[in-house]
């Protein structure tokens, strides 16, 4: 970050702690939503033309107001707001590494209408697992081959009355893959097309009758992997900060889950 960057949060966390002091107006959810999609988009980082990874685990901190109001709503927000991620992930093409975790918690040094979002993402090796996602179920590829089909003898066994019982063919080299139709009765398509052999590349979907086989390569973290905290980010009333060792890091508690309110739709028009 350049010297006018920091001169520039600066003067803007400055205003808006003064604007929270004056009008003490309180943070909503579709602030909260907005910031954490900004440390997504700052966050992100390109490792090649088809994957971009971004941080995955949030922690919002709240003035004592704000968090007794906004907690009443017990996990039902963090809920959406980790709906948020994942729906601003896919829109951007953006990969977590692991499942994205949303977090409320006070922090009594805020001002009412302020809030603080800290972004986890990953320095160090990262690790890419080949993997076919069949209706929601993960499968890995492991070098060399994997068949796919209706058989019982199939790797990966669908259930599509369209399949044969050896149908497809995966090969993976540790780098790369293709996709081979092994002569099945009904063909294989992607992209509504029907192919012999085609390359493998992120997010290709290939289908067998009705049901969609899509590749991705998944983010594992590796051994030298460590989490740290995202850099400052730029804000609209919302501070983002490295977090001091005496700064309370106490947990919002969550009421009774049988209690909680709704989320009103207006909150998230927009997003």
Request: hydrophobic share 35%; aromatic share 4%; glycine share 10%.
């Amino acid at each position: 970050m350049g010297i006018l960057d920091s001169v520039e949060r600066g003067l803007e966390r400055a205003v808006n702690g003064a604007f929270a002091r004056t009008f003490r107006s309180g943070v909503q959810p579709v602030e909260i939503a907005a910031g954490i999609k900004r440390e997504l988009d700052i966050g992100s980082v390109v490792v090649d033309r088809d994957r971009v990874l971004a941080p995955n685990r949030f922690v919002v901190r709240l003035s004592s107001a704000d968090a007794d109001r906004l907690t009443r709503l017990g996990g039902t927000l963090e809920r959406e707001l980790i709906g948020v991620v994942n729906k601003h992930a896919k829109r951007q093409g953006y990969q977590l590494l692991g499942l994205p975790d949303v977090e409320l918690r006070r922090d009594d040094s805020l001002t009412t209408g302020v809030l603080q979002i800290d972004a986890s993402q990953v320095e160090g090796a990262v690790s890419w697992i080949p993997m076919i996602d069949v209706e929601g179920v993960q499968h890995a590829l492991r070098n060399g081959t994997t068949i796919v089909g209706r058989g019982s003898d199939a790797d990966i066994r669908v259930t599509d009355s369209a399949a044969s019982r050896q149908h497809l063919q995966l090969i993976w080299d540790g780098k790369a893959g293709i996709a081979r139709d092994l002569g099945s009765t009904n063909g294989t398509k992607i992209n509504g097309q029907r192919f012999r052999e085609a390359a493998l590349s992120p997010d290709t979907v290939i289908t067998i009758g009705k049901t969609a086989l899509r590749f991705q390569l998944v983010p594992s973290r590796g051994a030298n992997s460590q989490p740290r905290s995202a850099a400052p980010q730029q804000q609209t009333r919302v501070q983002q900060h490295q977090p001091s060792p005496q700064q309370p890091r106490t947990s919002v508690a969550q009421p009774d889950p049988a209690a909680q309110p709704g989320i009103e739709q207006d909150f998230w028009r927009g997003l």
